[in-house]
């Protein structure tokens, strides 16, 4: 089981004209297996709240649980998909993929098979031996996607994953996404700004709304979703 629980978790920062209060007290729980996704306009503490789930950030005060241990630091249980992709440019799809794997010291062979599995999984089989700068922003985000998920991680983390993708490419990943979640029963948690997308993924949304240049409110909405 990998439950998520935010508990009262805030943070202010030290501005240059003054505090900077960007979240106050955020509570809510991210159910073991479930697509959680987080959506709110621009400076209403997204990043910020994601940095600190992932473990990037220490909050000012409260905590992140994954099973009840507090998460002090990006490790094997958690996968993370940033928009801009960050892949090692100097190494082959299959190098990226295959990172997390070698620091685990898995053999070879194992290696090879399971970087093959994820190749598969996110439809690139053929590429292992391209470069990232051979590949389009969809394709590089398929890459990450699969770096994250290599090491099976419990909770797999998204920030504005399909942000710099074009609409027709984010339409083909949100499916493809949703298609793996599916497959690999992983929990979620993806952050964008796009309601419609948050929607269109999440089994349930957290919203976070913007006080003017101060707080937000967390809402747990509960949908239905259509699915295809
Ligand atoms: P979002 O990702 O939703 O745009 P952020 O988490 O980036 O929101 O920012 C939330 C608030 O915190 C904003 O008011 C932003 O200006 C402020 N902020 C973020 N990072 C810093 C920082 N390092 N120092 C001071 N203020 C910050
Ligand atoms: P790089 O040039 O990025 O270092 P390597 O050839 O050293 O690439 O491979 C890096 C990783 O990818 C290793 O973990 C290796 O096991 C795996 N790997 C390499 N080629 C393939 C392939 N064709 N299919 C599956 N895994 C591969």
Redesign the pocket.
Known sequence: ANRVTVEDVSMV???SNGP?E?LRKVSFDVEPGEFVTIV??????????FRIIAGLQTPTEGAVRLDGDPIDGPGPELGIVFQEYHLFPWRTVAGNVGFGLEQTGMPTDQRRERVGELLELVGLEGFADSYPKDLSGGMKQRVALARALAPDPDLLLMDEPFGAVDAQTRTMLQAELLDIWEATGKTVLFVT?DIEEAVKLGDRVVV?DREPGRVQEVLDIDLERPRS
């Open positions: 920062y030290d501005g900077v960007a709110g306009p621009s400076g209403c503490g997204k990043t910020t709240l700004h976070m």
